[in-house]
Structure formats: C-alpha cells, structure tokens
C-alpha cells in the first residue's frame, strides 16, 4: 500500500466517524416505520457509494451510542426467521438533534467545497 493510500484510508476513517451518526439518525427520520440494524445497512450499501459498505458492523456501536444519548430508541422483537431483532427509530430529541447536525454538515460541506473550488481555480495555470 502506498504513502498516498494509507493517507487516503485513515482520512476516509477520520471522516466516517464524524458523518455516521448524522447519516443514522437521518435513515431514522426518513423511515417510516422503526428499522433493524440490517434493514439501515443495506439502504445504505445502495446509496453509500462504498463510503460505508462493508462496514455493516460498525453501525451497532454507533447505534447504541444514539440510543444512549436519547436520540434513538429501540425495541426487541422476536423474528420468525432468526434470533430476534433489535428494532431502532428517531426520538424527538433526535429529530432536533439531526436538524441541526444536517445544517452544521451543510455549511461546512460549502465551506470545503468553495475552498477546494478557489484552491483548484489558484492553481491553473494563466
């Protein structure tokens, strides 16, 4: 693995811990319906552009830690196809919590992304 790769995985890894928990609580808002961790996992292997895929395991400890801090909640019921099911939706501290979260990401994202527009347009050439 390269210098440049290795740089890349634990940029990727710093950025992913900072983004997971609003991205969850998001999912929870979104739904309709209270989710288990495998249904919020493959809604986001399909959108998540291999930002998260593969990383279907560490969404639990996240997820208890949103629970933890009163932004999720979650119940066990049994299922008929396996060991029972623990089930997660948004509480309404957490739909605040994610409102805000969802404009402190926006505003940054501009940020980032209008100093990498400048960054970009300094270094071409005249």
Do not use: C, H
């Amino acid at each position: 693995m390269t210098d440049t790769e290795l740089f890349l995985k634990k940029f990727q890894k710093e950025l992913a811990a900072g983004t997971v928990s609003l991205v969850l609580l998001t999912v929870l808002l979104r739904a309709n319906q209270p989710l288990y961790g495998y249904q919020i996992a493959k809604q986001l292997d399909g959108s998540s552009e291999g930002v998260i895929a593969g990383k279907q395991s560490a969404l639990y400890p996240v997820l208890r830690n949103l629970e933890a801090a009163g932004l999720a909640e979650s119940d066990i019921e049994p299922s008929i196809s396996g060991p029972p099911r623990r089930y997660y939706r948004i509480t309404e501290l957490g739909r605040e919590v994610q409102r805000t979260w969802a404009e402190s990401w926006a505003a940054t994202r501009a940020f980032v992304d209008r100093t990498l527009v400048d960054m970009t347009l300094a270094e071409k050439p005249a």
